[in-house]
């Protein structure tokens, strides 16, 4: 099935640091979102981009569709404790029905105070 | 009220039982989904439904079952539980105006 490569899978950083990460695919989304997993708790989306080099911000985070539609990121700035859990980008192809949904494996945010 | 709720939160079975897992939402959506999530591999589809009468195999179907008893209800069924079905599976719900809403999880774990 269609994959989603998310990087890093990991990042351990200092409060206050800016934090980047990114997806990509080797096939055309026409929907990227951009979701959050606290512990004990489902994936909650923070940005959603609906059009191909589309630039989007929420607070402290900024996300935008790449122009070949086979990629995004989400970078969020000055972290702080609350920016702790997992950051799923996933999204929705351009074959398959609607509203079906890829996840990338997943980006855990630890941070130091 | 949580709009998509899961139930039960926590389950350790042993191999070979039977178990279901339920999910009910007040979101009034169409379409429901089940998804296994596992350390590293993200969040993976079992099944969906996108109204009451339509049932499809997602990407990881193999050893499970879905009932569409309602709108407001999805239940995911595990005929007979292996040790590597152990994972945290997720309900959500979607339409096109709101997006995808996901419950808080269900722990499973086969001994």
């Known amino acids: 099935g269609q994959q989603l490569n998310q990087s890093p899978q990991s990042m351990f950083i200092q409060e206050g640091e800016d934090v980047s990460m990114n997806c990509t695919s080797s096939?055309?989304?026409?929907?990227w979102l951009w979701y959050k997993q606290e512990p004990g708790e489902g994936p909650v989306l923070l940005i959603a981009?609906?059009?191909?080099?589309e630039l989007t911000s929420n607070g402290r985070l900024t996300a935008q569709f790449g122009i070949t539609r086979k990629d995004s990121f989400l970078n969020i700035s000055a972290s702080i404790p609350s920016d702790v859990g997992i950051y799923f980008c996933?999204?929705?192809?351009?074959?398959?029905?609607?509203?079906?949904?890829?996840f990338g494996q997943g980006t855990r945010l630890t941070i130091n105070p | 009220d949580a709009d998509v709720t899961q139930t039960p939160r926590n389950r350790i079975t042993k191999t070979g039982k039977r178990i279901m897992l339920e999910c009910s939402q007040t979101k009034g959506h169409d379409r429901m989904y089940w998804y296994r999530q596992d350390p590293g591999l993200g969040l993976r589809l079992i099944y969906y439904?996108?109204?009451?009468?339509?049932?499809n195999k997602g990407e990881i179907s193999d050893g499970y079952s879905v009932s569409r008893q309602a709108q407001a209800k999805f239940s995911l069924s595990l005929e007979s539980a292996i040790p590597n079905q152990t994972a945290l599976y997720f309900c959500a719900t979607s339409d096109l105006l709101d997006g995808y809403t996901f419950g808080s999880g269900t722990r499973l774990t086969v001994v």
């Open positions: 096939s055309i989304f026409n929907t």
């Open positions: 981009l609906y059009k191909a080099g």
């Open positions: 439904s996108f109204d009451v009468k339509d049932i």
């Open positions: 996933a999204g929705q192809p351009l074959i398959q029905g609607a509203q079906k949904l890829v």
